[in-house]
C-alpha cells in the first residue's frame, strides 16, 4: 500500500511513503493532537496531489480543494464513487468537512477520533492505486508543480529570535492567557513543543489555527455575536480570518475587532496572511504550497512570536508582569510599531528607494577623458540637454512647498544627495494601509509601475554606458557608434534629473493618496489621465534607451514633451500633493 500512497504523494516533495508512515505512526500512539496534525498535513498534500493530477487532463486548476472534488476531469482517474467518499470527509461543508473544521480552529484535540485519520489514510492508498492504473493505461506523465519559496526573509524579519526561556515563558503564559480556550490547550502546547523540536512547518500549521480561534473569541466579544464563536454549520457563515479581518461585518455594522486589536496588529495580519505580495503563509500551507520539510525557522519565528504578543496583551490584569519581563518586552515593543511591509503602499516606498539607489551610482560610471571627445567632429555640447535640466529645476521648485525644509536648496534644487534625503524623509511618512479603497489601489498601481520603469531606464543606461566606454576604450566603435555614444553621454546629463524629478513626484502623490476623496469625478479622471501619461513616457524612455534602440536624440525631445505636460498639470494644481494645503 505504501509505494501506491508514495506515487500521488510524490507531488509534495517527500520521499516515498514520508508523510504515509509518519501518519500512521501517530495512529499507533492515538497521540489526538497529533491526529488532528496529520489529518490537516494530508488535506493539504491531497489537494496539492490533485490539483497536479488535474492540471494533467484539464487546464487551469481550482483553487478550492471543494471544486476539485467536484470536478469531471478527476472523475475520470479516480471514479465518481471514490470522489464522492472524498467529498464527504473533506470537501463538502455538508459532510464532515474534516479540512475547513480543523484549519479554521472549529475542533479540539478530543473532537477527532483517530478513525477518521486511518480513513484518509486508507482513501489516498487507493487513490495511489487508481492514478498509477491511469497513467499506466494513457502512457500520462504527471508533472508536479514546484513548491512556493519564501524569497527576501529578511523582510519577514520583525522579532527578535526566540530563545529556550522566551518559550518556557509562553509555555506558562498559554495556561493563564485568556486569549487561549482550554479546550484548545493542548494545540498551543504541542506547537510550542514542535517549535522546540524544529518542526517548523508542524508548529506554524497548529498554531494558526488557534490563534484564528483567540481572534475569534475577540471578534465575538467586541461585536456582541457570541452565537459565532463555534459557528461551523453548513447553513452559516463560518467566523475565519475573512470575516475577522474586514471592515464591516455580514450586516454592513462596523467591525469593532480591528480597533480592539490596533493599527500594528491588524497590518501584521494583513502582511503574514493576506496581503498578495507576502508570504500568505495560512493559504499556502493549507493547500500544499510549501515544502514542509524545508519550511524556514524564521517565518516560524515571526508566528510564534506574534502570538506570545497576543497572548501577553489579552489577559487578565494579574498578568502584567509578563509584558515588563526582559525576554517579553522586546516582542511587546515590536509588535507595537510595526508597519505595513507588503501592502502595495510599502512596496511603492521600497521601489522608489532602490530606484534611487540605482540613479545614485551613474556619477560613478565611466566616461571618455575629454581629449577624445575633441577629437570627433560634431560632439560640441547639447543645449537642448541644459534647456531640460533648467525646466525640471523650475518643477521642482515649484514643489518646495509640499517638502521637508531640510531637503530643498535653491542653489542645488536637483542635487542627487538632497533628492536622495528627501525620498528617504518621505519614505519614513506614516501612511494607513487598512481598507485603501479602489481609487487608492488604482493609483497606488500606476505609480508601482511608474516606479518600476524608471528603474529599468537606470538599469539599461548603466549597462549602455559601461559597455560603450570598454568599446571606446578598445576603439571597437564604429565612427556612427562613437556619435551614438557621445548622444547617450549628453542625454545622461537630463535623464539623471528627469528620474529624480519624477521619483519625488510619485512620493510626493503617495504619502497624499489619500486625498483622492477631495477629487470630484471628473478631477480624479483628469489626474489617472495624467499618471498614465507620465507611465507612458517611463515606458518610452526603456524602449528609446534599450540596447537594441539606442535612440537618444529621440529621448530627449520626448521628455521635453513629458516635462511640458507636468509643468502644466502642476500649475493647473490637479495633483493630490496640492490638495493637502
Keep these: 500500500m505504501v509505494k501506491y500512497v508514495g506515487k500521488l ?60 472534488l467536484a470536478s469531471e476531469q478527476l472523475a475520470v482517474v479516480f471514479g465518481q464513487a471514490v470522489m464522492n467518499v472524498l467529498r464527504v470527509f473533506i470537501g463538502s461543508p455538508y459532510g464532515l468537512n474534516l479540512r475547513n473544521v480543523l484549519w479554521h480552529g472549529f ?57 529556550h ?74 467566523t475565519t480570518f475573512d470575516e475577522m479581518l474586514a471592515k464591516h461585518l455580514d450586516n454592513e455594522e462596523v467591525n469593532q475587532l480591528p480597533a480592539v486589536l490596533q493599527e500594528p496588529t491588524m497590518e501584521f495580519l494583513w502582511d503574514f496572511l493576506n496581503h498578495q505580495e507576502g508570504p500568505r503563509i495560512r493559504d499556502r500551507l493549507s493547500h500544499g504550497e510549501i515544502n514542509l520539510k524545508a519550511f524556514p525557522r524564521e517565518v516560524a519565528n515571526q508566528i510564534v512570536a506574534f502570538a506570545i504578543t497576543l ?20 516582542l511587546m515593543n515590536c509588535a507595537s510599531c510595526y508597519h505595513s511591509r507588503f501592502h502595495p503602499t510599502s512596496r511603492l516606498k521600497k521601489q522608489v528607494l532602490e530606484c534611487m539607489k540605482s540613479i545614485h551610482l551613474w556619477p560613478e560610471l565611466p566616461t571618455v577623458p575629454e581629449e577624445h571627445v575633441r577629437t570627433i567632429k560634431g560632439s560640441e555640447g547639447n543645449a537642448e540637454a541644459s534647456t531640460l535640466i533648467l525646466m525640471i529645476s523650475e518643477i521642482i521648485s515649484q514643489l518646495q512647498q509640499y517638502m ?62 559601461e559597455l560603450r566606454y570598454k568599446q571606446w576604450m578598445n576603439k571597437t566603435l564604429r565612427s556612427r557608434q562613437r556619435h551614438n555614444y557621445l548622444r547617450m553621454l549628453n542625454s545622461i546629463k537630463f535623464l539623471s534629473p528627469v528620474l529624480r524629478l519624477i521619483l ?8 497624499n493618496v489619500h486625498l483622492v476623496y477631495k477629487k470630484n469625478p471628473l478631477d480624479y479622471q483628469q489626474y489617472i489621465k495624467f ?51
Design 404 to 465: 521637508p525644509q531640510n531637503c530643498y536648496s535653491s542653489d542645488d534644487p536637483i542635487g542627487s544627495v538632497l533628492t536622495e534625503r528627501l525620498l528617504v524623509e518621505l519614505c519614513d511618512m506614516h501612511i494607513c494601509t487598512l481598507y485603501s479603497p479602489r481609487p487608492v489601489l488604482e493609483i497606488l498601481s500606476v505609480l508601482r509601475k511608474i516606479s518600476t520603469q524608471c528603474h529599468q531606464v537606470s538599469e539599461q543606461v548603466m549597462a549602455s554606458t
Design 504 to 511: 519625488v513626484l510619485i512620493t510626493l502623490e503617495l504619502v
Design 531 to 581: 499618471l498614465k501619461s507620465v507611465l507612458q513616457y517611463t515606458e518610452n524612455l526603456v524602449t528609446y534607451t534599450s540596447p537594441e534602440k539606442n535612440k537618444w536624440d529621440e529621448t530627449m525631445e520626448l521628455t521635453n514633451k513629458a516635462l511640458i505636460k507636468i509643468r502644466k498639470i502642476s500649475d493647473r494644481k490637479l495633483m493630490l500633493m496640492q490638495l493637502a494645503t
Design 311 to 330: 497572548l501577553c496583551r489579552f489577559s487578565d490584569e494579574d498578568m502584567c508582569a509578563f509584558k515588563e519581563h526582559m525576554v517579553i518586552k522586546p
Design 9 to 68: 504523494l510524490q507531488s509534495m516533495c517527500v520521499t516515498l511513503n514520508q508523510l504515509f508512515l509518519e501518519v500512521f505512526d501517530v495512529l499507533q500512539h492515538t497521540q489526538t493532537t497529533e491526529v488532528a496534525l496529520g489529518l490537516m498535513k494530508l488535506t493539504s498534500c491531497l489537494e496539492r496531489a490533485l490539483g497536479d493530477v488535474y492540471l494533467l487532463i484539464g487546464k487551469d486548476c481550482p483553487f478550492l480543494l471543494r471544486d476539485l
Design 165 to 238: 526561556e522566551t518559550l518556557s515563558i509562553a509555555e506558562e503564559l498559554v495556561k493563564l492567557s485568556s486569549f487561549v480556550l482550554k479546550t484548545m490547550l493542548p494545540f498551543w502546547m504541542a506547537a510550542l513543543t514542535a517549535f522546540k523540536q524544529s518542526r517548523y512547518a508542524d508548529c506554524v500549521i497548529l498554531l494558526l489555527p488557534q490563534l484564528e480561534v483567540g481572534l475569534r473569541l475577540l471578534f465575538t466579544t467586541t461585536n456582541k455575536c457570541p452565537n459565532r464563536l463555534l459557528t461551523a454549520e453548513p447553513s452559516a457563515l463560518y
Design 107 to 163: 475542533a479540539s484535540p478530543q473532537e477527532i477520533p483517530a478513525k477518521y485519520c486511518a480513513m484518509l489514510l486508507f482513501l489516498t492508498a487507493g487513490l495511489g492505486q487508481l492514478l498509477q492504473t491511469y497513467l499506466l493505461q494513457t502512457k500520462c506523465i504527471l508533472v508536479h508543480r514546484p513548491y512556493v519559496i519564501f524569497v527576501s526573509l529578511e523582510e519577514l524579519d520583525v522579532f527578535p529570535d526566540l530563545n
